[in-house]
């Protein structure tokens, strides 16, 4: 690898261990073992470079769920809705129970956005693909197949419910809902039955 892409695997590192706002120029340097200078050169700056190290964590943490089964073992795209939509939540769950550091950096990152526009833009740009990915995971079909409609509304769906996860996962980690959980939850909603079947008649 050259300077550059050192770099970023040095902020990438120092993200996790460090975070976001603490991580300094001299950190990198030291994690990646290029030198001050290069920053400059490569990146513009510190945080031009943090920026892309936590989209390119992102894109790295999500390409891991390109291959999650269903259920009964069968391809993302098969077998029924909720059982599919139950499976890769429990997949997704697990990776958030486990990869706390991971989760931690992506929180805080969250927390800084009203107070930084670059950092705000910079997600903002690729938020709608990170929409199309997840439809594509739960479709089990090519980003490709995945139309800018629907990437906008059922995309943001799954994103706010990762999201909420995420942070969840944080505040109560012995309380995380399974995929199961999930699915019953919009089972529920979808069919007018959140307080029970009988709740109408009471």
């Given amino acids: 690898m050259g300077h550059r892409e050192d770099l ?22 030291a994690a990646s073992g290029a030198n001050l200078a290069s920053i400059g050169y490569h990146y513009g700056s510190k945080d031009a470079l943090m920026r892309q190290a936590v989209i390119a964590s992102s894109e790295e943490w999500g390409a891991g769920f390109t291959e999650v089964p269903a259920a009964d073992g069968a391809p993302a795209g098969e077998g029924e809705p909720l059982e599919r939509f139950a499976a890769i939540w429990d997949t997704v769950v697990q990776r958030i129970a486990t990869e706390r ?23 903002g740009e690729v938020l709608p693909e990170g929409g199309e990915g997840l439809v594509a995971v739960f479709e089990g079909v090519p980003d490709t197949e995945v139309d800018a409609e629907t990437a906008r509304v059922v995309g943001s769906f799954y994103q706010a419910l990762l999201t909420g996860l995420m ?36």
Avoid at 8 to 29: H, N, Q, S, W
Avoid at 175 to 197: F, H, I, N, Q
Wanted: charge should be neutral.
């Fill in 101 to 123: 550091e991971f989760i931690a950096s992506q929180v805080e990152v969250l927390g800084l956005l009203p107070r930084d526009e670059a950092l705000r833009t910079a997600i």
């Fill in 167 to 202: 942070v969840q996962s944080l505040v109560r980690p012995d309380a995380l809902p399974s995929g199961r959980d999930l699915a019953e939850a919009l089972r529920r909603v979808t069919a007018g039955e959140v307080l029970g079947r009988d709740a109408g008649e009471r």
């Fill in 8 to 29: 970023l695997e040095g902020a990438k590192r120092c993200l996790l261990e460090k975070g976001y706002a603490r991580t300094t120029a001299r950190d990198i340097v």
